[in-house]
């Protein structure tokens, strides 16, 4: 059984063209993250949401925003996206702070 | 701040070849330390985690890694790759950053399996 979905699989915009991946959850963990992961590169995160806490990383671009409306979801919106956003966009949850992450599959995202 | 060195950008082994792909950290605390495997397309699956006591941790697919404190060190080994295991790996130290363990990832050994 999938625990942590992302949709839509593969994401195809255009360039200054917003756009929201999403992410759920069937594990009732409490913290969610979003991670950037270029080719052939590691994954960054971006931030990630204790609860209803949104925790930004110091160096993530304000072109990046998340919703997090319930235990269940959080999106990640991307205002006006630009060539360099092009990336594999992964979730990940933990049950709780301290406690192993658990990633989806990914959303690969393109931008014309 | 915590970091993640693999040495080795690509390895190539035979199939029932023994396999060791090798990590590096830093980090001032006792660390906590994963090794993940991505296939081409997907998203990072979990293998095995250290986070205190025996320094031999077991992990799935036959995977096994060893903690050595005096190296900084968290190699993954396996005695007998099967095709099904090219992919790439990646090796994560986590550390508390605000109200999360936060990952910091090594740049991935892509590993490609002969028959």
């Known amino acids: 059984d999938a625990m942590v979905i992302q949709n839509p699989r593969y994401q195809v915009t255009q360039f200054g063209k917003p756009v929201t991946l999403s992410c759920s959850q069937t594990?009732?963990?409490?913290?969610m993250y979003w991670y950037q992961q270029k080719s052939s590169q590691a994954p960054k995160l971006l931030f990630h949401?204790?609860?209803?806490?949104?925790?930004n990383e110091a160096d993530t671009p304000d072109n990046f925003q998340s919703r997090r409306p319930n235990t269940s979801f959080c999106f990640l919106d991307i205002r006006s996206p630009g060539l360099g956003d092009a990336a594999m966009y992964l979730c990940?949850?933990?049950?709780?702070?301290?406690?192993?992450?658990?990633f989806g599959p990914g959303t690969r995202l393109t931008v014309l | 701040a915590q970091s993640v060195t693999q040495p080795d950008i690509h390895i190539t082994v035979s199939e029932g070849a023994s396999l060791e792909l090798r990590c590096n950290y830093s980090?001032?605390?006792?660390?906590?330390l994963f090794w993940y495997v991505q296939s081409p397309g997907q998203g990072l699956q979990l293998l095995l985690k250290?986070?205190?006591?025996?320094?031999l941790v077991q992990g799935i697919k036959g995977f096994e890694a060893e903690f050595k404190r005096s190296q900084s060190s968290f190699n993954l080994r396996k005695p007998s790759v099967h095709w099904s295991d090219a992919a790439e790996y990646f090796c994560?130290?986590?550390?508390?950053?605000?109200?999360?363990?936060?990952?910091?990832f090594g740049s991935g050994t892509q590993l490609t399996v002969l028959p």
């Open positions: 980090y001032g605390a006792t660390p906590y």
């Open positions: 949401y204790y609860d209803k806490d949104f925790n």
């Open positions: 250290y986070f205190s006591g025996d320094t």
């Open positions: 990940a949850t933990s049950r709780d702070a301290a406690d192993t992450q658990y």
């Open positions: 594990l009732n963990h409490n913290v």
């Open positions: 994560a130290v986590g550390a508390m950053e605000g109200s999360a363990r936060q990952l910091t």
